[in-house]
Protein backbone atom coordinates (compact mmCIF):
# COMPACT_ATOMS: atom_id res chain seq x y z
CA UNK A 1 0.00 0.00 0.00
CA UNK A 2 1.22 3.88 -0.74
CA UNK A 3 -0.58 6.45 1.46
CA UNK A 4 -0.36 9.86 -0.15
CA UNK A 5 -1.02 13.28 1.61
CA UNK A 6 -1.64 15.92 -0.25
CA UNK A 7 -0.89 19.83 1.15
CA UNK A 8 -0.05 23.24 -0.09
CA UNK A 9 -3.49 24.22 -1.84
CA UNK A 10 -5.57 27.78 -0.55
CA UNK A 11 -6.58 31.07 -2.30
CA UNK A 12 -4.97 32.97 -4.78
CA UNK A 13 -5.77 36.01 -7.35
CA UNK A 14 -5.46 35.51 -11.15
CA UNK A 15 -1.87 35.77 -11.94
CA UNK A 16 -0.36 34.40 -8.99
CA UNK A 17 1.03 31.16 -7.85
CA UNK A 18 0.85 28.04 -5.54
CA UNK A 19 2.92 25.33 -5.09
CA UNK A 20 1.34 21.93 -4.09
CA UNK A 21 2.74 18.72 -2.39
CA UNK A 22 1.89 15.26 -1.89
CA UNK A 23 4.09 13.03 0.11
CA UNK A 24 4.09 9.28 -0.82
CA UNK A 25 4.88 6.84 1.97
CA UNK A 26 4.34 3.17 2.61
CA UNK A 27 5.44 0.99 -0.31
CA UNK A 28 6.78 4.43 -1.92
CA UNK A 29 9.95 2.37 -3.92
CA UNK A 30 7.38 0.60 -5.90
CA UNK A 31 5.88 3.60 -7.60
CA UNK A 32 6.10 4.41 -11.47
CA UNK A 33 4.76 7.30 -11.74
CA UNK A 34 2.98 10.30 -9.87
CA UNK A 35 0.22 12.58 -11.09
CA UNK A 36 -1.51 15.41 -10.74
CA UNK A 37 -5.27 15.50 -11.28
CA UNK A 38 -8.29 18.27 -10.84
CA UNK A 39 -12.11 17.93 -10.37
CA UNK A 40 -14.08 21.54 -11.26
CA UNK A 41 -17.46 21.70 -9.18
CA UNK A 42 -19.89 20.02 -11.82
CA UNK A 43 -16.85 18.78 -14.26
CA UNK A 44 -14.83 15.20 -14.43
CA UNK A 45 -11.56 14.75 -12.95
CA UNK A 46 -8.72 15.49 -15.50
CA UNK A 47 -5.18 15.15 -15.95
CA UNK A 48 -3.03 17.92 -14.82
CA UNK A 49 0.82 16.81 -15.04
CA UNK A 50 2.61 13.59 -14.47
CA UNK A 51 6.41 13.00 -13.80
CA UNK A 52 7.59 9.01 -13.83
CA UNK A 53 9.79 8.65 -10.80
CA UNK A 54 13.42 6.85 -12.14
CA UNK A 55 13.35 8.69 -15.64
CA UNK A 56 12.29 12.11 -14.31
CA UNK A 57 10.31 12.83 -17.78
CA UNK A 58 6.74 14.67 -17.66
CA UNK A 59 3.74 15.03 -19.30
CA UNK A 60 0.88 17.74 -18.99
CA UNK A 61 -2.24 18.91 -20.08
CA UNK A 62 -2.21 21.64 -23.09
CA UNK A 63 -4.02 23.54 -20.51
CA UNK A 64 -1.65 24.01 -18.15
CA UNK A 65 1.50 24.02 -20.10
CA UNK A 66 4.28 27.08 -19.73
CA UNK A 67 2.74 27.62 -16.25
CA UNK A 68 2.84 24.45 -14.20
CA UNK A 69 5.88 22.63 -13.49
CA UNK A 70 5.87 18.66 -11.68
CA UNK A 71 9.41 17.79 -10.27
CA UNK A 72 9.56 15.22 -7.44
CA UNK A 73 12.20 14.96 -4.74
CA UNK A 74 12.74 10.80 -4.06
CA UNK A 75 14.89 11.24 -1.37
CA UNK A 76 11.48 12.52 0.46
CA UNK A 77 9.10 10.24 -1.73
CA UNK A 78 7.44 13.47 -2.59
CA UNK A 79 6.40 15.46 -6.28
CA UNK A 80 5.23 18.82 -5.78
CA UNK A 81 3.19 20.93 -8.81
CA UNK A 82 4.35 24.68 -8.84
CA UNK A 83 1.83 26.70 -10.59
CA UNK A 84 2.56 30.21 -12.33
CA UNK A 85 0.17 32.52 -13.68
CA UNK A 86 -2.96 30.77 -12.28
CA UNK A 87 -6.42 31.54 -13.78
CA UNK A 88 -10.00 31.15 -12.61
CA UNK A 89 -10.19 28.03 -14.45
CA UNK A 90 -7.72 26.65 -12.70
CA UNK A 91 -9.68 26.16 -9.48
CA UNK A 92 -10.57 22.82 -8.68
CA UNK A 93 -9.69 20.03 -6.12
CA UNK A 94 -6.52 18.75 -6.98
CA UNK A 95 -5.55 15.26 -6.62
CA UNK A 96 -2.30 13.49 -6.39
CA UNK A 97 -2.41 9.76 -7.44
CA UNK A 98 0.20 7.23 -7.78
CA UNK A 99 0.90 3.93 -10.28
CA UNK A 100 2.66 0.63 -9.47
CA UNK A 101 3.11 -0.35 -12.55
CA UNK A 102 4.00 0.58 -16.17
CA UNK A 103 2.01 1.70 -18.44
CA UNK A 104 2.41 4.32 -21.42
CA UNK A 105 -0.37 6.54 -21.12
CA UNK A 106 -0.66 8.32 -17.92
CA UNK A 107 -3.74 10.52 -18.69
CA UNK A 108 -5.54 7.68 -17.56
CA UNK A 109 -7.05 8.02 -14.27
CA UNK A 110 -7.31 4.31 -12.76
CA UNK A 111 -4.67 4.85 -10.32
CA UNK A 112 -3.85 2.50 -7.47
CA UNK A 113 -3.86 5.11 -4.85
CA UNK A 114 -5.42 8.78 -4.12
CA UNK A 115 -4.33 10.92 -1.84
CA UNK A 116 -7.37 13.31 -0.55
CA UNK A 117 -7.05 16.20 -2.29
CA UNK A 118 -6.69 20.18 -1.62
CA UNK A 119 -8.43 22.68 -3.10
CA UNK A 120 -7.27 25.59 -5.18
CA UNK A 121 -9.36 28.44 -5.34
CA UNK A 122 -8.16 31.61 -7.87
CA UNK A 123 -10.44 34.29 -7.98
CA UNK A 124 -10.55 37.02 -10.65
Known amino acids: QVQLVESGGGLVQTGGSLRLSCAASGRAFAIYAMTWFRQAPGKEREFVAA????????DYADSVKGRFTISRDNANNAVYLQMNSLKPEDTAVYYC?????????????????WGQGTQVTVSS
Open 97 to 113: AALSGWRPNLMRDDYNY
Open 51 to 58: IRWTARTT
